[in-house]
């Protein structure tokens, strides 16, 4: 099964101090303002630790699809992980990792994911899911950014 998962990543720069980027991502309020327009945040645990849930919607109406996360790893300044409980895919690790560099912090999402369906999902993640994820990095690096430092984008997608 290892074999057939797939794993996009992102990484961007924000000028800001590690702590102001660090806060933002661990402030759970923060979430709903950087997803794009078709995610909505159900609910989330408050503070962010090991352990909390946050519940997403995808979609809209009676198509939409409940998505359930949870916190499995929680490092101050570091990283926090979310893996999916309940939701459209068979596996899901959210990897988003934090690091202070030269102009201001890193920021790294390094998503690992199966569909479910076999090869039905592998060729519908091939022709669909992969670019719709892709293409979610851009908007939450733009809006992190706006959020933070109130300008510029540097995004730098790239692919694993």
């Known amino acids: 099964m290892v074999e057939n998962m797939a794993k996009i990543e992102s990484t961007f720069l924000v000028n800001a101090g590690l702590s102001k980027v660090w806060e933002f991502h661990n402030d759970v309020s923060a979430l709903g303002r950087i997803m794009p327009g078709t995610v909505t945040v159900v609910s989330a645990d408050a503070p962010m ?5 946050i519940q997403l919607r995808l979609g809209a109406g009676r198509l939409g699809i409940d998505w359930m996360l949870n916190v499995v790893r929680h490092e101050p300044m570091v990283r926090f992980v979310d893996q999916q409980v309940t939701g459209p895919f068979a596996s899901w ?8 560099v030269a102009g201001g912090t890193q920021v790294t999402d390094t998503v690992t994911y199966t569909l479910p369906f076999g090869a039905i999902g592998r060729a519908v993640d091939k022709l669909i899911v992969q670019h719709v994820i892709r293409s979610s990095f851009g908007p ?3 809006a992190t950014k706006r959020l933070l430092e109130g300008g510029a984008s540097d995004q ?4 694993g």
């Open 49 to 53: 630790r090991a352990g909390s849930r």
């Open 93 to 100: 690790l959210h990897v988003h990792e934090f690091a202070a």
């Open 140 to 142: 939450r690096a733009r």
């Open 156 to 159: 730098r997608p790239a692919s």
